[in-house]
């Protein structure tokens, strides 16, 4: 079972840049496609960017496209995040999921959630 955990959410400045870590223990993450999702208060939780296992496809929400850069490193069970120029309705708890991805936005193709990291940007 592949549980993630993430790491590296903060208070940055809008115009700045955070970059997160998704980490799970164990051989079984690389089997995975892992994705990232946000939600921001009183709002639905969203798409953000996901990557499949080898690490060749990519897929980014529009809203973070041109900012937002998805990468992987299976030999350490990693996933990142690098988030650069951050507004402020970037501002949201960003969730790292794994997951049999078909290459769609669906968060229904993730099957194992982590626990969070906020992530503020002001303005």
């Known amino acids: 079972q592949a549980q993630p955990v993430e790491s590296g959410g903060g208070l940055v400045q809008a115009g700045g840049s955070l970059s997160l870590s998704c980490a799970a223990s164990g051989r079984a993450f690389s089997v995975y496609a892992v994705g990232w999702f946000r939600q921001a208060p009183g709002q639905e939780r969203e798409f953000v960017a996901a990557v499949s296992r080898s690490g060749d496809n990519t897929l980014y929400a529009d809203s973070v496209k041109g900012r937002f850069t998805i990468s992987r490193d299976n030999a350490k069970y990693s996933v990142y995040l690098q988030m650069n120029s951050l507004k402020p309705e970037d501002t949201a708890v960003y969730y790292c999921?794994?997951?049999?991805?078909?290459?769609?936005?669906?968060?229904?193709?993730?099957?194992?959630w982590g626990q969070g990291t906020q992530v503020t940007v002001s303005s």
């Open positions: 999921a794994a997951g049999y991805w078909l290459g769609t936005s669906q968060i229904s193709q993730f099957e194992y």
